[in-house]
C-alpha cells in the first residue's frame, strides 16, 4: 500500500508479515539473476485492478480466482455480471494505461495474491481440465500434443508412416506406438489423458520451451505474479483462503458504501491435500525430482517444506502456517 509490509492489514493479521518477511528474505537469497523489467512486464498481463477499492490482484488460476472473481463483481454493483472478462475495470497491461498511471496504482493500491502449493495446483488444473468431465476446449488443445510428447516425438504420426520407416522395432514397441498413434486419431473426449502423461507434458514443455509457455492453470505463482518485482502487500495462503480472503475483503469495504454480501466457503484442506497425495503416490522419484526444480521458486518464496524423498506425503503444508 506504501511501503513494503506495512500494509494495516499486516498488524491486524501478523501472518501476512510473516509471510512478507520469508518472501523478502528469499528473494534477496536467490542465487538466479532477476530481470526485474522483464518479470514486471509479464506480469502486469495477469494483474488486474478495481479503482473503487483501491485494490490491484495478480489472479492465479487454481487458486480461488473463481471465487475472487465473483466477489470482485458483488463489490463493484449487484447489476455487474460476474463473467471474469467484466469483472475488473481493466488489466495493467492494458495499451491505453499510461505508465504514470500503472506506477501510481502500483504503489498507493492493496496488491494481493492467493498462493497454493505447487503440487496441488498441478492436481487441480489436471482435473479440472482433463478428468472433472474432460473440458473440451483443453482436450482439444492439449490432447494429442501430450500424446506426441510423451511418445511420438521421435515417430512419425501415421500408421503407414511409421511401419514403413521403423521395422527395426520389436513387435512389442511397435504396439505400444501404434496404439499411441491411434489414439491421436480417436474422438478427444473418448480417450483420456492420465495424470503421468500430464505431468511428463509440463517437464517436457518448460526442457522445450521454458516455463512461460506453461498453461496459466499450471504454470507456477512465481512466474505469473513476480513476487520479487512487484511489491505485494498481502500474500493469501490457499489453505487459509476463507479467512485470509475476509479480512482483506473487510478491510476494502470499510468506509465504502456497498450493501455486497460478500461470504467465502469454507475450504476443505484436508480432502484437498489427501487427493493430491493420493494422485502423487504413484509418481516415480525422478518426475516430482523434475517438478520440484521447475516449481523451485514456488517452494522457497512462499515456504513450502519438500521431503523428495517421502513415500507418503507430497503436498504437505505451509511451514508458516
Not at 478495481?50 to 487454481?62: A, G, R
Request: proline share 4%; hydrophobic share 35%; with cysteine.
Amino acid at each position: 500500500m506504501t511501503e513494503k509490509g506495512t500494509h494495516p492489514l499486516t498488524q491486524v493479521y501478523p501472518k501476512f508479515l510473516e509471510r512478507l518477511e520469508i518472501l523478502n528474505k528469499t528473494c534477496q537469497e536467490l542465487p538466479e539473476k532477476i530481470d526485474y523489467k522483464l518479470v514486471l512486464d509479464s506480469s502486469l498481463y495477469f494483474i488486474h485492478f478495481n479503482d473503487d477499492f483501491e485494490v490491484i490482484n495478480c489472479l492465479v488460476p487454481k487458486a480461488s480466482s473463481d471465487t475472487w472473481t465473483i466477489q470482485f463483481a458483488k463489490m463493484i454493483g449487484p447489476n455487474v455480471p460476474t463473467s471474469m472478462d467484466l469483472v475488473y475495470n481493466i488489466t495493467l497491461s492494458n495499451h491505453f494505461v499510461p505508465l504514470r498511471e500503472i506506477a501510481h496504482r502500483i504503489q498507493t493500491y492493496t496488491k494481493f495474491f492467493v498462493h497454493r502449493h505447487p503440487f496441488e495446483r498441478l492436481v487441480s488444473g489436471y482435473c479440472n481440465k482433463f478428468v472433472d468431465p474432460p473440458r473440451y476446449e483443453y482436450m482439444n488443445r492439449y490432447a494429442k500434443a501430450i500424446i506426441i510428447s510423451n511418445y511420438l516425438k521421435k515417430y512419425p504420426h501415421d500408421r503407414r508412416s511409421f511401419e514403413i520407416e521403423y521395422t527395426h522395432l520389436s513387435d512389442s514397441e511397435k504396439q505400444d506406438i501404434l496404439k499411441q498413434i491411434d489414439r491421436l486419431g480417436s474422438v478427444q473426449e473418448k480417450f483420456g489423458i492420465t495424470f503421468i502423461e500430464f505431468l511428463n507434458y509440463v517437464i517436457n514443455t518448460v526442457d522445450e520451451s521454458g516455463i512461460y509457455n506453461l498453461d496459466i492453470h499450471w504454470m507456477p505463482v512465481s512466474s505469473i505474479c513476480n513476487p520479487c518485482a512487484v511489491h505485494y502487500d498481502i500474500m493469501i495462503e490457499h489453505d487459509y483462503v476463507s479467512e485470509e480472503s475476509q479480512l482483506l475483503v473487510d478491510y476494502l469495504q470499510k468506509n465504502k458504501a456497498t450493501n455486497a454480501h460478500l461470504y467465502f466457503n469454507k475450504f476443505e484442506k484436508k480432502a484437498t491435500r489427501d487427493k493430491c497425495n493420493q494422485y502423487f503416490s504413484d509418481i516415480p522419484l525422478n518426475v516430482r525430482r523434475r517438478l520440484y526444480e521447475i516449481f523451485r521458486n514456488d517452494f522457497i518464496l512462499f515456504d513450502y517444506k519438500y521431503d523428495l524423498e517421502s513415500k507418503d506425503y507430497f503436498c504437505e503444508e505451509n511451514t508458516n502456517n
